[in-house]
């Protein structure tokens, strides 16, 4: 990086806004490019993780071709990667290359590499900046990280170079309808894994916040086709079309019942929906013939503390107008909560050995004692699952990890 000699921090990247209302994915790779150059700290490139989180796809600008073009970078083994899974600035040894995290709200999209040493446009009239190069380009990084998100719903640039291989269509429809995978406040966070990733077929999740309370909705729909999906996606859309209109837990299980028993009979689904009051950590779930959750605390699954009577699963017109069970507990400060479809614990390796309950939280809980955060021990985990099955799972695996940590 240079020096910081360049133009204020404050006009480029108005600058760069100006300019985003009509731009393209391909024209904010230039934009952010320039704007580098402009405030002195060096050409700037974009790398957008792929869905499996696996790589670092460069944002492409005009010119990339043949040779020149960059490649893809690994999220393991890489100071480009170390940026993302840390979500903390890299530099080389030299100090001529820096990554700095993009980050949606808390939710990793990739990382922004800058190199060389910029300069202004007119570099006679360039004068030193009282802005630091690093802050300049965390500035520069987190705006490029909303023109992308706001880009990434209609332009396919962005969604091809978060992909490595063609999507299934009940893939296509689920991920379609799915929130950030993470999402968080000062009190809680929530992050989600779902494999396999590119031929999933009938888990689904969602969370949410509203009124400083967490939702959390984990779905899995019998089979693994595009009924399933069909099936999953209606549920997910009575889900929250219920808990929009402020209704209960038991009206949403009660709804989505409703909805696959009159819409899609015969389409059985197992599901957990819960809410937790990040205020007081109030925890509240319904669970229609699902695994249990788990409570992690003070780096210790606390055996069966969320387990309960089974209720039936969804589908089957039971809960209509009989609403299922709620139950509740009080967590403590750091808590956490793991919910999880079967396709996790019962993945099985070639030998036929089941991945297992025991393992899932050992995996989660060494991870967050090494200082990981909740996306990056979620990640791990499904590479050790993956790993375990010889990259080919059977069943759909999702998992829900949620977070209280709320302020002293």
Do not use: K
Not at 2 to 25: K, M, N, Y
Not at 56 to 72: E, F, H, I, Y
Not at 349 to 370: C, H, K, N, Q
């Amino acid at each position: 990086m240079s020096d910081g000699r360049g133009e204020e921090l404050g006009p480029v990247l108005a600058w760069v806004l100006d300019r985003s209302h009509e731009a393209s994915a391909l024209d904010i790779a230039e934009l952010i490019d320039e704007a580098g150059r402009r405030l002195g700290i060096g050409s700037a490139r974009l790398f957008l993780a792929d869905i499996q989180q696996l790589r670092l796809n460069p944002l492409p600008r005009t010119g990339d071709r043949g040779p020149d073009a960059p490649a893809s970078v690994d999220i393991d083994g890489s100071l480009a990667g170390l940026a993302y899974r840390t979500q903390r600035v890299q530099r080389n040894r030299d100090g001529d290359t820096c990554w700095f995290p993009m980050v949606d709200g808390v939710e990793r999209v990739g990382v922004m590499q800058v190199s060389g040493s910029g300069t202004a446009t007119d570099p006679t009239e360039a004068a030193p900046t009282a802005t630091d190069p690093t802050e300049a380009g965390r500035a520069l990084a987190s705006l490029a990280t909303l023109l992308v998100m706001s880009q990434s719903s209609h332009d396919d640039l962005l969604v091809r170079h978060q992909r490595s291989s063609p999507m299934s269509l009940q893939a296509e429809l689920l991920w379609a309808c799915l929130p950030p995978r993470t999402i968080g406040t000062a009190r809680a966070t929530s992050a989600a894994m779902l494999e396999p990733a590119y031929d999933i077929g009938g888990d689904a999740f969602d969370h949410t916040f509203v009124y400083g309370t967490l939702h959390l909705t984990m779905l899995d729909a019998m089979g693994h086709d595009l009924a399933s999906g069909g099936a999953s996606a209606a549920a997910v859309a009575a889900c929250r079309a219920t808990r929009r209109s402020g209704a209960a837990l038991p009206d949403i299980a009660t709804t989505i019942d409703r909805t696959l028993a009159r819409w899609i009979p015969e389409r059985l689904m197992t599901g957990v929906i819960a809410e937790l009051d990040t205020d007081t950590g109030d925890f509240r779930w319904i669970n229609c013939g699902h695994p249990p959750p788990l409570l992690i605390r003070e780096g210790h699954v606390l055996p069966r503390a969320l387990e309960r009577d089974a209720e039936l699963p969804l589908g089957l017109g039971f809960h209509d107008p009989e609403p299922p069970a709620r139950h509740h507990v009080r967590l403590q400060p750091g808590d956490r909560v793991v919910i999880h479809s079967d396709g996790v614990t019962e993945a099985r390796s070639p030998d036929g050995d089941l991945f297992g309950e025991d393992r899932l939280t050992d995996t989660v809980i060494r991870s967050l004692a090494s200082g990981h955060n909740a996306p990056e021990s979620l990640r791990r985990l499904v590479q050790n699952l993956l790993a375990h099955q010889d990259h080919r799972l059977r069943d759909d695996a999702t998992i829900l990890l949620a977070e209280w940590h709320p302020a002293p």
